[in-house]
């Protein structure tokens, strides 16, 4: 496919990690912030093909995995009730919560459906006018436009049995959160290319001013991301930190105007629990109080849900890149894909999901 | 979930006063908004996610990069040298 293969060929990927091994000299950590990124890496091997001196460090960047256990609890409440169609992207079906999750509800007569586009699932709400349609509005800044354009057409074609159920996250302030931290082993970033494609680069030269970290934003195909780890290399070696496009042919560091345009009607910037991880501020999104009608928290009665995270899982510690999944002492025993103890083992993009698929399974 | 895939606009339209089209990707044909990419033309390549087109590629970009690489590995494999101008290492 055109745009693709390109972006696969064996042979070009050869000759950029020869350029990478020729350029390491010492030891990095970096961050591939991206879960999709998380993915095509185990994938392909290229954690594999890379020097020993590079240790990649998957970052929070799955949506599916950070989103906190209260939030699917609020979900699986919403979603058991007679007078309520709850839909959702297929793979937050799977996703424990303290209990049980959405496949069970579904099971129980639950009225559960994955939907493609959040605008199917407004397609949905017109259809059904006697029940209250619900979206599970997760994501990071590349989904963020797609719910908020669901709200703002509701709002726009007068439905109002349609709300979102949001736990929208945002990538810088994680990114601040890590760097924080006094553990951080992460010397620059592959920032997440679809991301960027939304809000532009703006953000993150701060970020790369501040904390003195090489910044690149880069695809997904296996070119992509060498390419990337190629980039920051070069800047850490010759002790740059600059904030660099690799993927260039999708992003443009002004970002997309209409889909931020739309982000800032629909929601505002507010703290945000992750799973795992906690609270850290600004690094959420909520429906404004305007568009308060359209918030699934405000019609349904399910304030008071207050749940803790469960101790025996590490996907915090993981989450952070403080550990691998196969140093979990549950990984493929406990838990596995289909008897997922935690969000990281539910999503094809979490990593112990995607470490457990490419069997990276001896501990390192 | 944030996976995003390349397709090309084949048809332009409105509903609900939303800019929305047909995306062919290798063969298959599906409907996306495209609110997001307002200057978009048919025949252009853009980048979709659940159901959104997210940015138009731009194809200045994309053959600079093809071209590069062309120029990388050619030039290195008639000289046996990688671009920095060191001899190809051998790798087990
Ligand atoms: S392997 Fe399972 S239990 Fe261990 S951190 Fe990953 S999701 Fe949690």
Known sequence: MRYLDEFRDPKIAKKIVEEIHTATTKDWGIMEVC?????????????QLIPKQIELVH?????????????????????????VIFTSFGDMLRVPGSKKDLFMVKSEGGDVRIVYSPLDALKI????????????????????????MAAWQAKEQGINNFSLLVSHVLVPPAIIALQSSTENRVNGY????????????????????????PIVATGF???????????????????KYEVENQYARVVNSEGDRPAMDIINKVFQVSDQKWRGIGLIPNSGLTLTDEMSLYDSEKVFDIADIKVDEPKECISGVILQGLKKPNQCPEFGKKCTPKNPLGATMVSSEGACAAYYAYHRRENV | MCSAIPGKVIELYDKNSMLMGKIDYAGTI???????????????????????????????????????WDEMTAKAESEGLDIFGMPLKDKK
């Open chain 1, 190 to 213: 592959l920032a997440a290319g679809h991301v960027c494609a939304v809000m532009g680069l703006e953000e993150y030269y701060p970020l790369a001013e501040k904390y003195k970290l």
């Open chain 2, 30 to 68: 599906k409907e996306a908004c495209l609110a997001y990419v307002p200057e978009v033309a048919v025949g252009q390549y853009v980048i979709v996610h659940a159901g959104f087109a997210l940015n138009i590629i731009n194809e200045e970009e994309a053959k600079k990069t093809f071209a590069l």
């Open chain 1, 35 to 47: 879960g999709g990124q998380t993915h095509s890496i185990m994938k392909h091997g290229i954690d």
């Open chain 1, 59 to 83: 970052g929070p960047g799955c949506p599916v995995c950070v989103t906190p256990l209260e939030k699917i609890d609020k979900a699986l409440a919403i979603a058991s009730r007679d007078d």
């Open chain 1, 125 to 148: 709400a017109k259809e059904n006018p006697n029940k209250k349609v619900v979206f599970f509005a997760v994501g990071f800044e590349t989904t963020a436009p797609l719910t908020a």
């Open chain 1, 221 to 239: 195909e296996p070119v992509d991301i060498l390419e990337g780890i190629l980039m920051v290399v070069k800047q850490l070696e010759s002790g």
